[in-house]
């Protein structure tokens, strides 16, 4: 039996999904092994083979495919444990690290200091030489600066170098010729061009972004190698891939070539999963996991994809797929602030030592503990029984704030819970309301382990009427990876405006038509056969003395562009800067900048979980048992059915409140919420 695998690391546990030719899908948890992730990602591969009833040997010569989400990059950069990167500018230009795009801080931040850049200042180099606009010559490159670069970067002891100069996105002879002189001093040393990593006109973005990917490029390259030597010696003999920050997968040859695509990358699976379970236009995705809260939306059914994407107080530099996260975990940890207020997170339990009730040496109070103490969270079922809990120590552990806040040890858990709830909402707000969806018109779908005991009463707040507990909520990011495309994004500048009624047309055609061409060899490079080959095209654009561009799709069955689709491409604009910004205005000149392709392929095998179908229910569910837990709403405890995930049909009908156990989460629907299982096994929930 040839498996199909995914493995997806997050702050507490791993995820390991496996998918089999008939379609079923089966999941497995082990521990998150920080600094040593390679060890549990064979660690869980292990859990997977004993769930089968094979040894590890046999499972992982079975297994044909693995695809990955990797949190490395991400964690090298929020604990800034990057490498040392120098970077190499044009003479006059060395603070454009330091000067950004110039946004504007708090109004009433006047003690701000002025953040560092990314590279120091005693790393950034310059060298005389320019290339104007039209990509024309204007001063010879100095290769002595560029030696003398070298020389000091020897000297300070330098892992990596990223070269940034100006329309090398026009002609990057420049740039190249910068490399050609490294590798000749220095042949070891990785360089990044950004023009090859973020062809942008925009100066910052584009050099922060070659920045980055040089400063995580030997990390990144040193997991992928442990990775696939772990992997060897463990037998496994079939194909990996690695999820992109862009919502897909890739090789790692060109992850390798890339590595600022890795950033982010597992938290932009989990709304690939969401566009595959739904057909509804606007859809929230909420992944609550061990550490944060990750949410992600879909707009007319579409993956919305954004520049703006930070790590401290710099830009990433590349476009990504939209997530926003905040620090409420499983194991966010309950404090209470000098001012006497209840707080959760962003601290966090993390995996080690996780929370209280885990019995491995943490007492700070948790919301996994919270919801123990409520009666949600069943102390002999964690994981299926294969964990045991403690409910003693989760009340000792809430206790602590029940204490401070002079409340009884129930409402203390309570206020935990419902505070972390209230601080995912705000997220979902953000990312909703903010960007032109109205929660109210939306679909919810759940991702994480805890969500399904949260989503009730977030439902609630924000006036949703419907939502889905998948089948595997728990391994929801690693579902998408199982179900993701084969992707690249290629792009390029290439600027004309409708200012003049002279669209040049050509010109786009021919960027599209080399767009098309690298992306097509991608794909043959990725092994996908021509008919499973698909091309998506959209532009950068912007209304006339605006400062910032928006990302529109448009439709081109060819790489080439008529002067006739400008009407269309016009009204596309307008219409996506209306639905963002709740304005257009049809009388003002639409300039383009950037113009983007996506190479997608799809994967053999790769939606054989559509072929899954549940038996149907044939009699109302039964409860295997039933638990008190707190109720909110009669401020009491009550004695709620519990029904086994493992035993329901589809149609099964479920009527809160109740809880609903399976071997990786439980469920708590609340009175008025009314669920009814699917025929691949997801429950979906309707409010009265």
């Known amino acids: 039996m040839a498996y199909q695998v995914c493995i997806d690391i997050g702050g507490t546990f791993t995820d390991c999904l496996v998918s089999e030719p008939g379609g079923k899908i089966s999941i497995f948890k082990s521990p998150t092994t920080p600094g040593e992730f390679e060890k549990g990602f064979i660690n869980v591969l292990h859990v997977a083979a004993a769930g089968y009833g094979l040894d590890p040997a046999t499972f992982m010569t079975a297994i044909d495919l693995i695809v990955h989400g990797s949190t490395v990059s991400t964690n090298a950069l929020v604990e800034r444990k990057t490498v040392k990167v120098g970077l190499i500018l044009n003479e006059g230009h060395q603070d454009i690290l330091v000067l950004r795009e110039g946004p504007r801080k708090g109004a009433f931040q006047w003690r701000l200091d002025y953040p560092e850049p990314y590279v120091p200042r005693h790393l950034t180099k310059t060298a005389r030489g320019r290339v104007d606009a039209r990509g024309r010559e204007l001063t010879p490159l100095s290769r002595s600066d560029v030696e003398a670069a070298i020389a000091d970067f020897r000297r300070y002891g330098v892992e990596a170098i990223a070269v940034g100069l100006l329309w090398s996105v026009v002609n990057p002879i420049h740039e190249t010729t910068v490399r050609e002189i490294i590798a000749q001093a220095w042949p070891e040393m990785p360089v990044t061009l950004s023009h090859e990593v973020n062809p942008m006109s925009r100066e910052?973005?584009?050099?922060?972004?070659?920045?980055?990917?040089?400063?995580?490029?030997?990390?990144?390259?040193?997991?992928?190698?442990?990775?696939?030597?772990?992997?060897?010696?463990?037998?496994?003999?079939?194909?990996?891939?690695?999820?992109?920050?862009?919502?897909?997968?890739?090789?790692?040859?060109?992850?390798?070539?890339?590595?600022?695509?890795s950033v982010m990358s597992g938290p932009t699976l989990a709304?690939?999963?969401?566009?595959?379970?739904?057909?509804?236009?606007?859809?929230?995705?909420?992944?609550?996991?061990?550490?944060?809260?990750?949410?992600?939306?879909?707009?007319?059914?579409?993956?919305?994809?954004?520049?703006?994407?930070?790590?401290?107080?710099?830009?990433?530099?590349?476009?990504?797929?939209?997530?926003?996260?905040?620090?409420?975990?499983?194991?966010?940890?309950?404090?209470?602030?000098?001012?006497?207020?209840?707080?959760?997170?962003?601290?966090?339990?993390?995996?080690?030592?996780?929370?209280?009730?885990?019995?491995?040496?943490?007492?700070a109070p948790t919301v996994t503990?919270?919801?123990?103490?409520?009666?949600?969270?069943?102390?002999?079922?964690?994981?299926?029984?294969?964990?045991?809990?403690?409910?003693?120590?989760?009340?000792?552990?809430?206790?602590?704030?029940?204490?401070?806040?002079?409340?009884?040890?129930?409402?203390?858990?309570?206020?935990?819970?419902?505070?972390?709830?209230h601080n995912m909402v705000g997220a979902i707000e953000e990312i909703t309301i903010r960007e032109g969806i109205n929660p109210r018109d939306s679909f919810f779908v759940c991702g994480g382990g805890a969500t399904a005991i949260h989503i009730a009463e977030m439902a609630d707040i924000l006036g949703l009427k419907r939502y889905m507990i998948p089948r595997f909520m728990a391994g929801l990011s690693a579902f998408g990876g199982l179900i993701s495309d084969i992707t690249r994004e290629e792009s390029a500048v290439f600027l004309t405006s409708t200012s003049t009624r002279r669209f040049d047309a050509a010109g786009v055609s021919d960027i599209l038509a080399r767009l098309k061409v690298s992306g097509e060899a991608f794909l043959e490079q990725a092994g996908v056969e021509p008919e499973l080959r698909r091309f998506e095209f959209s532009f950068l654009g912007r209304y006339e003395y605006q400062s910032w561009e928006i990302e529109v799709h448009f439709e081109a069955n060819e790489p080439r562009l008529e002067a006739e689709k400008l009407p269309s491409l016009v009204e596309a604009f307008h219409q996506m800067h209306e639905r963002i910004y709740s304005i257009r205005s049809d009388r003002d000149i639409v300039e383009f900048t950037n113009w983007k392709l996506r190479a997608v392929g799809k994967r053999a095998n790769q939606d054989a979980w559509k072929d899954f179908r549940l038996a149907d229910q044939a009699t109302a569910p039964v409860a295997k048992t039933h638990r008190p837990a707190y109720l909110h709403e009669t401020r009491r405890t009550s004695s709620l059915p519990v029904y086994d995930m493992d035993q329901l049909g589809a149609g099964a009908a479920l009527d809160g409140p109740c809880l609903v156990e399976s071997t990786t989460f439980t469920a708590f629907l609340k009175d008025g919420h009314r669920g009814r299982v699917d025929p691949q096994g997801n429950i979906v929930v309707t409010v009265d």
Not at 215 to 235: C, F, H, K
């Open 369 to 421: 503990d919270a919801n123990v103490v409520l009666g949600i969270i069943d102390p002999d079922y964690f994981l299926g029984g294969r964990i045991k809990i403690s409910r003693e120590l989760a009340e000792k552990a809430v206790a602590s704030i029940a204490t401070r806040l002079g409340i009884p040890l129930l409402d203390a858990a309570y206020a935990i819970q419902t505070t972390s709830n």
């Open 204 to 261: 910052y973005k584009r050099i922060i972004a070659a920045a980055i990917d040089a400063s995580i490029n030997p990390i990144v390259r040193t997991y992928i190698e442990d990775l696939r030597q772990a992997l060897s010696q463990a037998g496994f003999q079939g194909e990996l891939l690695l999820a992109n920050c862009v919502g897909g997968m890739m090789p790692p040859a060109e992850m390798l070539r890339r590595p600022i695509y």
């Open 271 to 363: 709304p690939m999963a969401a566009l595959a379970l739904s057909d509804e236009a606007n859809v929230i995705v909420g992944d609550m996991g061990g550490t944060t809260f990750d949410v992600s939306a879909l707009r007319d059914h579409q993956i919305i994809v954004t520049p703006d994407s930070m790590i401290h107080d710099d830009s990433l530099g590349i476009a990504k797929v939209d997530v926003r996260s905040v620090g409420a975990g499983g194991g966010s940890i309950a404090w209470v602030d000098d001012g006497g207020l209840l707080r959760v997170g962003p601290q966090s339990a993390g995996a080690r030592p996780g929370p209280a009730c885990y019995g491995a040496g943490g007492t």
